[in-house]
């Protein structure tokens, strides 16, 4: 028989040369006595990409008996096409003690039944569960056994691009404009519009799929050449703004707020990098901001370049050894007044983050000492303890002060980093640097958020921190090694 196993919990030994960040143990035995029995929260489930995230079906369990002997009860959870009879089940939960439900959200529900049990989308199926009690000592296992209906959806495209002679690359689909998914659906795209035609493709290199224009100014999908190809029309070359829903086949456009930013990449330059250019990273979510975490063991003078090895159009402090601390900016167009900022021998060998924000007149340079956190830890349905912030999966520390790692199993569903376990959600986070992005197994940016500091607000002009919570989406459960770097912002999640 093939198993196919989605939603395991592995414990992992941490690693002797690692530092685990707490050794709690809340395991409790179970001593159920009563008669094995499994339910469905819903007989009739249709599945909505656009409640993607919302609670599918609630399937639960009673604990069954162990006999009154003391002993422990584990539980394997299996889903099948009823009509298989679980001849190839998919295996929910094996050997788990004190769990008593399974509440898939839709995503996972839809995902499972496309990819593992072979349903068409639109399709209505009855899909049965099965719930298998084992009692440590006897050999006889306890089974129940409930079914439900349920209807699957075909997702939406995950990419989405701009393409045509308006756009900044023309009708080139090997080089069209990716544009920003915010959720399932859900794409945001701002930048120079010229005078002509567009229109969206879901696959670079691809002309279809597309979404065209659907004569009243909405989408319409296009998947073959007989199909209408009507595009939107742009009359004036401006900044654009330009929002997608592909759930309800929406578009807006509008002239961006503000204007684009005069630069698109910023360099650190100084004593500490032997007075090379370091690339800075560019805030996800304001283009004007860049960042970058420097461990200084140089100390000294540093500066800003806004080319990669260019001297002039550099962004300077206003007065010669400025303070770190001293914010004041100015763009210096050619070679002189040359004055930078001075970090003192007392203030050396510490790590610091640098926030340089290039809005013209508004110039500003934030810079402060980093104090490393203690823990990260992992939340979300995807980690082994859930949404259960204050029992998160901590992760490992390492030889190196800024890194931690972590290795185990990863279900279907959401996933971030909490800094601090705040109890009221508003604590400091790594985010993912796109809603509902995929692992890549190399090395990523992350989006640090502290919604707890006024300071770290302030660093936004135009976002509202605590509305921000971009998650990664774990598609393939199984195990998984996460190496996070909390200095440089960036992160590995690989699976084994």
């Given amino acids: 028989m093939k198993l196919k196993y ?39 489930v249709i599945l909505n990409e656009a409640e993607h995230s919302s609670e599918a079906v609630k399937v639960t369990w009673t604990t069954g008996t162990n006999y009154g002997t003391g002993a ?56 049965a569960a099965r719930v298998t009690a084992h009692v440590a000592g006897m050999e006889e296992p306890q ?23 308006a756009a900044p690359n023309g009708w080139s689909a090997d080089n069209a404009s990716e544009m920003t998914r915010k959720d399932n659906g ?8 010229k005078s002509g035609e ?44 330009v929002d997608v829903n592909l759930l309800t086949l929406s578009m807006t456009i509008a002239e961006s707020a503000g204007e684009m930013p005069a630069y698109d990449a910023l360099y650190f330059v100084g004593n500490e990098t032997g007075w090379s250019f370091w690339s800075m990273a560019k805030d996800v979510l304001d283009p004007y901001l860049f960042r970058i975490g420097v461990h200084f063991t140089q100390g000294g003078e540093f500066k800003f370049g806004t080319s990669d090895g260019s001297w002039e ?31 003192k021998d007392d203030e050396n060998n510490k790590p610091y983050k640098i926030c340089f924000d290039i809005r013209s007149g ?36 390492t030889d190196d002060p800024y890194v931690f790692t972590w290795s185990g199993n990863l279900n279907e569903g959401e996933m971030k980093f909490s800094c601090d376990k705040q109890s009221d959600w508003n604590g400091a986070w790594f985010l993912a640097s796109k809603g509902n992005m995929e692992p890549t ?3 990523e940016p992350l989006l640090f958020v502290d919604k707890s500091s006024d300071t770290f607000k302030a660093q936004y002009l135009d976002v509202n921190v605590g509305d921000v919570d971009q998650k990664w989406k774990i598609t393939s459960s199984g195990s998984y090694t996460i190496t996070l770097d909390q200095l440089h912002e960036t992160v590995i999640i690989t699976k084994n």
């Fill in 6 to 44: 989605i939603f395991n919990t592995i414990a992992v030994a941490a690693v002797t040369m690692f530092t685990a960040c707490t050794d709690n143990d809340y395991t409790e035995l179970d001593k159920g006595s009563e008669e094995l029995a499994i339910s469905a929260s819903s007989m009739e």
């Fill in 72 to 127: 422990r009860i584990s539980y394997d959870l299996e889903i099948s096409l009823a009509e298989n009879d679980f001849a190839d089940p998919v295996y929910v939960y094996t050997g788990e003690t004190q769990k008593y439900s399974w509440a898939p959200n839709v995503e996972s529900l839809n995902n499972t039944l496309i990819n593992q049990l072979g349903v068409r989308p639109g399709e209505t199926v009855d899909l």
């Fill in 143 to 165: 089974v129940a056994t409930t079914q439900f209906t349920v209807m699957a959806y075909k997702p939406v495209t995950t990419t989405l691009y701009i393409i045509g002679d």
């Fill in 198 to 241: 567009f229109k969206f493709i879901t696959t670079k290199g691809q002309f279809m799929p597309s979404y065209n224009n659907d004569g009243n100014g909405g989408l319409v999908y296009r998947d073959s050449d007989d199909q209408p190809d009507n595009k939107f029309v742009i009359d004036e070359a401006k900044t654009y703004q």
């Fill in 186 to 193: 859900i794409f945001t795209w701002t930048g120079s519009l």
């Fill in 313 to 343: 159009n550099m962004f300077k402090a206003t007065e010669a050894n400025a303070s770190y601390t001293n914010s004041s900016v100015v763009l210096v167009k050619g070679f002189d007044p040359d004055n930078k900022w001075y970090l």
């Fill in 362 to 397: 508004k110039e500003r340079m934030l810079m402060t000492e980093f104090v490393p956190y203690d823990c990260i830890y992992l939340v979300g349905d995807a980690t082994p303890n859930g949404w259960d912030l204050g029992n998160a999966t901590a992760m490992t520390a």
């Fill in 441 to 443: 197994g190399a090395i």
